[in-house]
């Protein structure tokens, strides 16, 4: 009994035995699926970790060449692709057409008109992107086809120049007596130092960015709306924070100093400080970020004048007046002068060609508009032409009012190209003259106004204005009129200029330095006239003369009628014929090369040409934007 219980039991175990071995040789069959399949994932692991690296390693390629090829832009883009293809080859990616490639397209990176950025391909010239493609065939080590995969990289290197169209240092003198009128008749007086100091310091737009808000951002500099006091002083602060820009750092200081000091703050306008493309400013930024402009240089007399224009645009005209006795073969005369600003100049940072999609000039200057008028008279006694006891008797007194109108001229950056350096470095400048006229006769008590200048011409030209009177015994005794007269100096029908410049701003074929004399067209054309009015008379509307019967029934008195007659037939006429003669061409030759020409041109006008001032071109570090 007890022997057959126990063969049960002994079955039963080796059964569970049995079952035991199959279930162990199902976890290790279990344990051998998942170990594959860790094997695989690791090995899958390995491939995209090698794929993730070749990616990268891709894209560094990409940069590289985008950059490089950045900093050798041409508008045909031949440059471009092949410093990009050899830049990749250094790099260890070397193109073979099939499993290696590599694309270059050439365009703008520019603005895209709602306020973003963006690349377009072939855009309007000057290119200054270049969007780099390269593609690379990658094997799976353990599975999977070859894998293509793909970087692309946008670079941008922009070109930017900075200039001025007219402004220049001029006499002291006409410095601060100009500067004083435009601020409403502040006494200015900065010595020569000073002034040079002003000419010869420069700043850059990163520095005026930097103090012109506590911020110190380009946003923040956009914003800034100043006095001139303000003005001065955001260039005081600029004008220290790199020494190299300018000559004498302490004198442009001291001068700035004082400027901020004595400018009134009053009804002057508010000076905008700077704006993107084509928005009123005093520094108008050609460029679709101020960012661009950073290392762009501008000068401070420059600033400083156009800023003053700014501010008394479009206010009543001032008087100031000159001395001119010194002026070499002219008889003591003196200058009253009225100055106008109808429009301001402005100053150009930027890049070169037009807009996108327009026939606008990204990089503008504009001349001022003004009207400028000269009263100069002259007082001699007539012994100077005649050797009778009459010449102690009789005083002449000519007086020239002369006024000139002159609209607005423009320049722009036409085109700009970067070599291996600044002297090999090209830029071009288109310039288009205002339109100009100078009239003899009685200026315009008022003023005019930007719509009057288009189509002007002279107030009066059929009266006449009184160009001489006549004492005697220091008594009044006559008046001499004579006809208005219009120089048209200017025509709208004068075909743009074309200056260039190299790297540094210095000309390659001159910058037109007042090649236009003013007093010369005014000689020319009224040495002439004077001649003609000399001889004309009273019948054919030429110099007519007045007589003033209050003053003529006291002489009558004590003298003959007819020899008073006599005296002002005789004498009086031809002393102001030969006033007219003989000093009209000095006169107008002096107030050609001491006032009218320097002031002009340092107000940024001429008449006929336009003086472009130009500044080292800075060709714009490679920098990757996509």
């Not at 035995?17 to 860790?38: D, H, K, P, Y």
């Not at 009804?267 to 493309?277: D, E």
């Not at 606008?360 to 100077?384: D, E, F, P």
């Not at 019948?539 to 006599?566: E, I, P, W």
Request: hydrophobic share 50%; with cysteine; glycine share 10%.
């Amino acid at each position: 009994m007890v022997a057959r219980s126990r063969q049960p039991i002994r079955a039963r175990a080796r059964a569970s035995a049995g079952a035991l071995a199959r279930r162990q040789r199902g976890s290790l069959a279990l344990i051998a699926v998942i170990g594959l399949v860790v094997a695989v994932a690791a090995l899958g692991v390995l491939d995209v970790a090698n794929l993730y690296l070749a990616k990268r390693s891709l894209q560094n390629v990409a940069d590289l060449a985008a950059l490089a090829a950045a900093q050798q832009m041409d508008d045909h883009c031949a440059q471009p692709l092949v410093t990009a293809s050899a830049n990749a080859a250094s790099n260890g990616f070397v193109v073979n057409g099939t499993t290696r490639t590599l694309a270059v397209a050439c365009g703008r990176w520019d603005s895209d008109g709602n306020g973003g950025m963006t690349f377009v391909s072939n855009g309007t010239p000057p290119l200054n992107g270049v969007q780099v493609s390269v593609t690379n065939s990658v094997p799976y080590f353990f599975a999977g086809p070859v894998h293509q995969i793909t970087a692309n990289a946008t670079a941008k290197a922009a070109v930017i120049g900075s200039f001025q169209i007219g402004t220049s240092l001029a006499q002291v003198n006409l410095l601060n007596g100009m500067l004083g009128a435009l601020l409403g008749g502040t006494q200015v007086k900065l010595d020569a130092a000073s002034w040079t100091g002003l000419a010869n310091a420069n700043v850059k737009v990163a520095d005026l960015a930097a103090v012109a808000t506590t911020a110190g951002t380009y946003d923040g500099l956009l914003a800034t709306q100043a006095s001139v006091g303000d003005l001065a002083n955001i260039l005081l602060k600029a004008v220290g924070r790199d020494g190299a820009l300018t000559a004498d750092v302490s004198a442009a200081q001291n001068a700035l100093s004082a400027v901020a000091a004595f400018v009134p703050q009053g009804a002057l306008n508010p000076i905008q400080l700077a704006a993107l493309s084509g928005s009123p400013a005093l520094l108008q930024l050609g460029v679709a970020n101020a960012a661009y402009a950073a290392d762009a240089t501008v000068n401070l007399l420059q600033m400083l004048i156009a800023g003053a224009e700014i501010a008394a645009a479009g206010n009543a005209p001032v008087t100031f007046n000159l001395d001119m006795t010194g002026l070499s073969g002219v008889l003591p005369a003196s200058v009253a002068l009225t100055l106008q600003v109808i429009s301001p100049p402005s100053i150009a940072v930027g890049e070169p060609g037009y807009i996108e999609g327009t026939s606008t000039w990204r990089t503008q200057a504009q001349t001022a508009q003004i009207l400028l008028g000269a009263n100069v008279v002259i007082a001699t006694q007539s012994k100077q032409f005649l050797s009778s006891l009459v010449s102690y008797l009789v005083d002449v007194t000519v007086q020239i009012p002369l006024y000139v109108v002159a609209a607005q001229g423009q320049a722009w950056l036409q085109s700009a190209q970067c070599a291996a350096s600044k002297a090999a470095s090209t830029q071009t400048i288109g310039v288009q003259t205002g339109l100009a006229n100078i009239c003899i006769g009685t200026p315009l008590a008022n003023g005019v106004h930007a719509n009057d200048v288009s189509g002007f011409s002279c107030a009066g030209t059929n009266g006449r204005w009184n160009v001489a009177s006549v004492a005697m015994l220091k008594t009044p005794i006559a008046t001499v009129s004579a006809p208005s007269v219009g120089v048209p100096v200017v025509n709208a029908s004068n075909p743009p200029q074309v200056l260039v410049f190299d790297g540094n701003g210095n000309p390659i074929n001159g910058n037109a330095v007042n090649a236009n004399a003013i007093g010369a067209v005014l000689d020319n054309s009224l040495q002439s006239t004077a001649a003609t009015l000399g001889q004309l008379t009273e019948s054919n509307n030429g110099l007519r003369l007045t007589l003033l019967s209050g003053a003529l029934d006291g002489l009558l008195g004590s003298l003959v009628g007819g020899v008073v007659g006599g005296l002002i037939d005789g004498v009086a006429m031809p002393v102001v014929t030969g006033l007219l003669g003989t000093t009209l061409g000095p006169v107008l030759a002096g107030l050609d090369d001491i006032i009218l020409g320097p002031l002009l041109q340092l107000l940024g006008v001429q008449l006929g040409v336009a003086t472009v001032t130009d500044y080292p071109l800075t060709c714009g570090v490679a920098t990757l934007v996509q």
